[in-house]
């Protein structure tokens, strides 16, 4: 049996969900969905359920309720069962003709405590007690009509999407973000009678709103309980003072006690502020095929983490737009079936290249399987002889239905590789090369002087420009990868100049995007003013400004950015590699900007003797196990690069990439200027 891992502790959950399912209409909401899609597919949920009809529904307020022959309901809740979720619930129940309420929860019972404001010394009286549960269960039962009729609510760990066995996923904390300095600012405007923070630094748990504290403890919560399936204690580290609160709650983390007094593992779970380095994040050097699947493709309804892959092609339809809604998209999760699982992981760890060879090699191989007419072609793969071979299956009912998931990934390959937004994937890459060339040679007002001439106004532009969320792209790269520039008048000018162009850009935008409504406040550019574009894009200067300045508070990881040399050109060098490569630096130095957090006055004392005593303080190398979580999303590229980085450094050490999302380049944007970090919707 394979050791414990992401994708065992997720299917460990579901099995537990699945044993409630029987004969039951099943509610999911959009985060439980996403852990399932990844984790053991929807295909294992509905075998369980049973019968001829579809029992899944989306947890949502309009949700269809259940019939006089439906007497059994199952919720499967990423959130706290509280507010507008239990709103939700009861409005669904007494729409029902429900007589057995099953209502689980990916949230333990001690942060139901914490939300409905019992202190830590009364919750650890209560321990072993669900008050809070056994609460709700009496609701139900009214809600149904009858205290005789049967509810039960439990705590399920579902925490995680596993993309691969070295990657998962928090869907439920997909819009977690790490904080900027200007949501100090908004701390401060909270705290009138309080000490004012003067920086990210100062920031500490008790400075923060109850509902993201809240979000915090919920992620710990799910954390703690992957760490009792894999049997660790752990040893918390932190980079960046976002992770630094994480990590210490983790590290206190008061229901932890007695499985960290019995766990036999030991592993080290490290945790990074992507703020730090949002250069790889909306960066295109990333040579993966996957990344650039997931930025070009459509969002599959619901999920952060996966796309939509059209498969009218292999239907007698026609390939036109109406057609495309008629029949259901196909996906990259594929959690059933080994080929191709193999194929995806694959994807996942290979460069562009040698990933759609190994496409044409699944394909060719499944085709021979089936006895398909297969013309074999040598030579570079092209999305039309990839097309030929996938068409093989188009009308074999058997062979279609043999190697269906297969060919979702094959499809997903053609359409990104004919996708007009991949040939600009390459325009990205050059212009990127192009400014870590000219950082290194000129000053900051020069970087952005290139950027002007690439502002274009709608009528102006080709296919080949960047349109406004492009250049947002753009401009966080140059920002997060030249660190905070030195104030002069030049550079304020052309900040301005840039400012002004981008104004009128979004000004005569024939229709805003979703992002561009939520930065401007304006539903439509035809309620767009100069004026009210201005003060939008002067925000969204301030929160450059802000990116830039993220990694003042550090000493050693201080730039992402190498300038050239005699041999060398410009370069620029992942945060997330600088951090591995200082874990596992042989001399072991003690870390600088890799901060431990205490856990209790053992921990304490370590750390006070260790100033005049040979005491060896934790290091985060001293572990079989590294779990490094990337708070804020990480990509492809990363993740593969931590994998493959790990056992080079110290051969025979396992590690684990979590995140609370999969990046692609246009989600920064989003998380920068329109997400409210502070204050993050806890409802489903």
């Not at 149904?144 to 869907?171: F, Q, S």
């Not at 090699?361 to 089936?370: F, G, K, N, P, Q």
């Amino acid at each position: 049996m394979n050791a414990p891992g992401v994708q065992s502790f997720t299917q460990q959950a579901w099995d537990q969900v699945l044993t409630k399912v029987k004969r039951a209409l099943v509610y999911l909401d959009a985060a439980c969905a996403e852990s399932l899609h990844w984790g053991c597919g929807s295909t294992r949920l509905l075998e369980a359920v049973g019968g001829p009809e579809c029992h899944l529904r989306e947890f949502e307020p309009t949700a269809i309720g259940g019939g006089a022959e439906q007497p059994k309901a199952v919720f499967v809740l990423s959130s706290l069962l509280k507010g507008r979720t239990v709103e939700i619930l009861r409005n669904i129940i007494c729409r029902s003709h429900f007589q057995y309420c099953v209502v689980v929860t990916a949230v333990n019972h001690a942060v139901h405590l914490t939300a409905n404001h019992v202190s830590a010394a009364a919750a650890a009286e209560l321990e072993g007690q669900q008050p809070v549960f056994e609460q709700l269960e009496e609701k139900l039962c009214e809600w149904m009509g009858n205290m005789n009729y049967t509810a039960e609510v439990l705590h399920i760990p579902l925490l995680l999407a596993p993309v691969a066995p070295h990657l998962a996923l928090t869907p439920a904390f997909a819009s977690l973000f790490p904080l900027l300095p200007q949501d100090v600012h908004l701390l401060n405007s909270a705290r009138l009678d309080k000490r004012r923070l003067g920086s990210l630094g100062e920031v500490d748990a008790s400075a923060l709103p109850p509902e993201l504290l809240l979000q915090i403890r919920c992620l710990v919560s799910g954390l703690s309980s992957l760490c009792e399936h894999l049997g660790v204690r752990e040893e918390c580290f932190a980079v960046g003072p976002f992770s630094r609160i994480i990590a210490a709650d983790l590290a206190n983390y008061a229901p932890a006690k007695n499985r960290k007094k019995t766990s036999a593992g030991r592993a080290s779970v490290v945790f990074v502020d992507r703020t730090l380095d949002l250069t790889g994040a909306v960066g295109h050097h990333g040579d993966n095929l996957v990344e650039k699947i997931i930025s070009v493709l459509p969002q599959l309804p619901g999920h952060t983490n996966d796309v939509m892959v059209n498969m009218v092609e292999l239907t007698a339809l026609q390939n036109e737009e109406e057609n495309q809604n008629m029949i259901a998209p196909g996906c990259l999760a594929q959690s059933n079936d080994s080929a191709a699982r193999a194929l995806w992981e694959a994807l996942l760890n290979t460069k562009h290249k040698e990933a759609v060879m190994e496409v044409r090699r699944h394909l060719v191989e499944a085709a021979s399987r089936e006895d398909l007419p297969i013309k074999m072609s040598m030579g570079r793969v092209t999305p039309v002889q990839l097309m030929s071979y996938i068409q093989l299956f188009k009308n074999n009912l058997k062979a279609l239905a043999n190697h269906c998931e297969l060919l979702q990934l094959g499809l997903a390959t053609v359409q990104t590789l004919k996708h007009p937004q991949t040939a600009k994937w390459d325009n990205f890459l050059a212009f990127e090369r192009l400014l870590l060339q000219s950082i290194g040679e000129s000053t900051m007002s020069g970087v952005l002087h290139q950027l002007l001439p690439l502002i274009k106004p709608a009528n102006q532009r080709t296919s080949d420009d960047y349109g406004p969320e492009e250049l947002l792209i753009l401009l966080t790269y140059i920002y997060s990868v030249t660190g905070e520039p030195a104030e002069d008048k030049a550079l304020a000018a052309t900040e301005e100049k840039v400012k002004r162009a981008l104004a009128q850009v979004f000004c005569e935008e024939s229709k805003l995007s979703p992002l561009l409504q939520k930065i401007t406040g304006c539903d439509s550019s035809a309620h767009l003013t100069f004026h009210l574009a201005k003060v939008a894009v002067d925000e969204l200067f301030a929160s450059l400004r802000d990116v830039a300045g993220t990694r003042n508070l550090l000493k050693q990881f201080k730039s992402v950015y190498v300038p050239a040399n005699h041999t060398h050109q410009a370069s620029y060098k992942p945060l997330l590699k600088q951090v591995v490569e200082e874990i596992f630096n042989p001399e072991r130095p003690d870390p600088v900007d890799i901060e431990h957090m205490s856990s209790g006055l053992t921990d304490l004392l370590k750390t006070g003797f260790s100033m005049f005593m040979k005491v060896s303080r934790p290091h985060p190398s001293d572990h079989p196990l590294l779990i490094l979580f990337v708070v804020g999303g990480v990509t492809v590229s990363e993740a593969k690069m931590i994998k493959d980085l790990v056992p080079s450094l110290k051969p025979g050490t396992q590690v684990i990439v979590l995140s609370t999302r999969l990046l692609k380049p246009l989600d920064i944007p989003e998380l920068i200027f329109a997400t409210d970090r502070l204050h993050p919707d806890l409802g489903p």
